[in-house]
């Protein structure tokens, strides 16, 4: 079984970036046609913290995606992998793609001003651990074995 994996790919469910994006659009279309649920909070609080959200996203997405130019290799999940990078950015979270998406949402929310948005993400996170990070590992601990479950015992998966 551990040849399967090392010619294969991770068994997603679906492209991670969709995932959060179907929660936005279910946000803004309850926002828009059901109920208007707007953040508590100031405005220009909610800028300072949108800015500073933005900045947090952009160093995972940025650095994350170094290592995969830096090894070239495809951060598409349905694409096989020959490297298991655990330096920079990995060695605080094994999915700063993922907790990148989560920010971003957090973002979206705020710019929105729409409390739906940030109602969604414990489906956003559900749904990326089962659908997405499970099977990712799963593919890893099979192609890269011990050396993955050294990793993975150092790294929390999230933070």
């Not at 996170?125 to 799963?138: A, Q, R, S």
């Amino acid at each position: 079984m551990k040849d399967k994996y090392k010619k294969d790919h991770a068994k997603v469910k679906t492209m991670p970036p969709l995932i959060p994006l179907f929660f936005i659009v279910i946000a803004w279309l309850l926002n828009r046609f059901i109920y208007p649920l707007s953040i508590p909070v100031d405005t220009s609080i909610q800028t300072i913290i949108a800015y500073l959200l933005i900045a947090i996203a952009s160093i995972l997405f940025g650095f994350s995606l170094y290592f995969f130019f830096k090894t070239r290799q495809n951060p598409e999940p349905h694409t096989p992998t020959n490297a298991l990078y655990t330096g920079g950015i990995f060695k605080l979270t094994r999915n700063p793609i993922y907790l990148g998406f989560l920010v971003a949402q957090i973002v979206v929310a705020i710019k929105l001003n729409n409390l739906y948005v940030i109602l969604t993400l414990p489906f956003v996170f559900y749904l990326l651990n089962k659908w997405v990070i499970d099977p990712e590992e799963i593919y890893l601990e099979n192609l890269f074995g011990q050396e993955y479950l050294d990793y993975k015992n150092k790294v929390r998966r999230w933070l």
